[in-house]
Structure formats: C-alpha cells, structure tokens
C-alpha cells in the first residue's frame, strides 16, 4: 500500500506529466507550413516544446530559443540559449536581439511558431528604448518581492520592453505567426503569458493563430484521476491566487473540517489546487511560495494525525531555490529543530523544511503550469 508521502508524490508527477511538451505539444500540431518556418520563443518548457516540434516536423527548421539556465535540451536544428531568470542578464538580451533579426526580414509566405511559457517575460528581454538592463533589473527585483500577483508584474514589464506586449509580433510581419503557449497564469490569459510576446490581448489573441496547449486545469486533472485510481475522492478547488499564508491557513480549516466530517467530501480524500500565490518578502531567509505556503499550512494544522500535504511548483523550482517545494506530514513541527514562526516571519521556510528532510527536489521539470497543492484527509 502507498504512504501517504508516496501518495502525494505520485499526484504530483501525474500533474506534471500532463502539462509536459510531450504529451500535449504533439495533440496541438498540423502539418507542417509552406514556406520557411522559424522557430522562436522562451521559457522554462521552450527548448523541450523545439525538441518535439523538431520530432513532428522534417527539416529545414530554423530558430532561436532562450531558456533558464540547466533547461536546455538536445535540439538539432534549433539553437536553444540560456539565461537567467527571474531577473534578466546579457545573456538574455544577446539572444532577444538575434531572435529579432531572425524575424526581421520574413515575407507573407513565411511562418514564425512562438513558443512561450512561464519564465519567458525575464528571458525575452529587449529593454526599451532609454531603459538600461540595470534598470530593468533593478524593476524586475522590487516587483518580485512586492507580493504584487503576476498580472501586475507582466504589465509593468510590457512598459519596459521593445519585445512584450506584442512587439515580437509586429516585428515578425508580414510572415504568419502561430504561438503554442503552456500557461503559468491564473486564467490562462495569453497577453500575460511570457507578457504577451505575440499577443496584445485577449482580442487579438482570438484574431491570431494562438494556442493554449497546456494549463493547471490540465494537471489538476490528472492528478485528480490518478487519486480515483488510488482510492481517494479528489476535490478540485481550481486555480487560486492571494497571500500564501492566508490561503494556507483557509485550506487548514477546510481539511480540519474534513478530517472530523463537517466538509463538502468525506475522507480519504485529496484537496486539490493550483494557481498562483503572493509573498510579501520582508524577512532575509529563503524559499518560494509554496515553502511559504507549507510552513504557514504546517503552523494552522499544528501536528493533525489524519492531514498530510505537498505544495511545490510544477516547474521544479520553488522561488529562488533548488527544489520545488516541501511536504507537510502530521509530526512535521514536532520533528523541527526550529522555531517555526520565527523561521516564518523571516521568511525562511527553506530552512524549515530542509532541516526535516521534506524539500520536494524534482530538477528541472522543462514546463510550467504553476503552483501545485495537495492537502491528503485520511
């Protein structure tokens, strides 16, 4: 029988087996286009969602995609660049500028596919005129750590940028465009996908050749299924956003409710959601929002025996760290050698975590559909 960490563990891999370039990329794709097809884009899924075109599509194939450093992956004809994310550097803006020369001198007959996905805003980088790379960064830091939610940051950067909020479109013309998107936005809005390379809004996104390939609602379902095949009754919450202590704290009392017969589901079951939660950063630690999300989760269950969790991030990186996220099991503060709260106002949830063994570690998952959380009601 599978404890209820290996459990949790396997919802999640089926979560991101679904969003992956290779499942949903080939279910997406026609023929391949007259006339010479370039193949651009940037974000975490960017060099695998190359590779399988590369698979589906015979040469000649051209192109140019930037992803975060260690997301690479074995193109032949597509050249794949890192970078880094989620604050822009050189290495970024070199390969935006090469991708807007590839793009530059195509006629009516020719094709661009853009591939984007979470990550891309930092990678496709051109910063506007009278704006300095310096400047950009220095933005892009204060935006990420205001707790403002993704919408408000991918606009701010559209302001900043020659490339975003349709610009790489408009420098494609008069060559068609197609743009694949795997969605790390609540919503799934593609103007705010990557900030909206291709697309200015929704208008126009219905205008374009523009499509969704791959969302949380693709993963939240996967998962769910593979609960029913492990006996346990999933309930779906969707995609959710706010402050991740607050969210965590929400979720404790509905699975608390659960475990004593007062919810919407009886137990075993799973909760399960997605989307994107908030951080305020005013502490020095480290760790992302689901190592917020855990601890503060941790902190309301205060030990429950029957309630066991993972929260991590589909793309294999939690904030700034080298894991996805952490689990949360009943004995989880009574094992720490820390002091929870004190880790928690310092915003230091990957110590917390680390010192007990339950970072969630998946490396590069190479896709994107944000955040990942399962609360298990035994």
């Not at 370039?38 to 040469?59: D, F, N, R």
């Not at 192109?63 to 597509?78: F, K, M, N, S, T």
């Not at 803006?93 to 195509?106: H, N, P, Q």
């Not at 606009?155 to 900043?160: N, Y």
Request: net charge negative; with cysteine.
């Amino acid at each position: 029988m599978t404890n209820d960490t290996g459990l949790l563990r396997i919802l999640f891999d089926a979560a991101i087996a679904a969003a992956s370039p290779a499942a949903c990329v080939p279910l997406w794709l026609e023929d391949k286009p007259a006339g010479n097809v370039i193949i651009v884009g940037a974000g975490k899924a960017a060099a695998s969602m190359a590779l399988v075109l590369e698979q589906q599509w015979a040469a000649p194939l051209d192109g140019l995609v930037i992803v975060p450093y260690g997301h690479g992956a074995d193109c032949e004809h597509i050249e794949v660049v890192e970078a880094a994310h989620p604050v822009p550097d050189e290495n970024g803006v070199a390969a935006t500028r090469r991708i807007l020369e590839k793009v530059g001198k195509l006629s009516a007959d020719d094709t661009v596919v853009c591939l984007l996905s979470g990550g891309g805003s930092s990678l496709l980088c051109a910063p506007a005129p009278g704006i300095t790379l310096a400047e950009k960064q220095a933005r892009t830091t204060v935006l990420l750590n205001s707790g403002a939610a993704i919408h408000e940051i991918n606009a701010a950067r559209k302001e900043l940028s020659a490339v975003k909020g349709g610009k790489l479109a408009a420098a494609c013309a008069p060559a068609n465009v197609i743009t694949l998107i795997i969605s790390d936005v609540p919503g799934n809005d593609p103007s705010v996908v990557a900030s909206g390379p291709t697309v200015v809004d929704i208008a126009a996104a219905l205008e374009n050749d523009v499509r969704i390939l791959a969302t949380s609602d693709d993963a939240l379902q996967a998962a769910a299924l593979r609960a029913l095949e492990l006996d346990v009754t999933p309930y779906l919450l969707g995609d959710l956003a706010g402050d991740a202590r607050e969210l965590a704290e929400e979720h404790a009392r509905l699975a608390i409710d659960i475990a004593a017969g007062r919810g919407p589901v009886e137990p075993p079951c799973v909760i399960l959601s997605g989307g994107e939660t908030t951080v305020r950063v005013s502490g020095d630690g480290r760790g992302g929002r689901n190592g917020e999300y855990g601890l503060a989760l941790a902190i309301a269950l205060n030990g429950h025996d029957r309630i066991s969790a993972l929260a991590a991030d589909t793309d294999g990186i939690d904030g700034g760290g080298d894991n996805a996220g952490c689990r949360v099991l009943p004995d989880t503060l009574q094992r720490s050698p820390h002091d929870a709260l004190a880790l928690q106002a310092n915003n230091d949830s990957y110590a917390f975590f680390d010192a007990l063994g339950d970072l969630v570690f998946t490396g590069p998952t190479r896709t994107n559909v944000n955040d990942f959380r399962a609360i298990l009601v035994r």
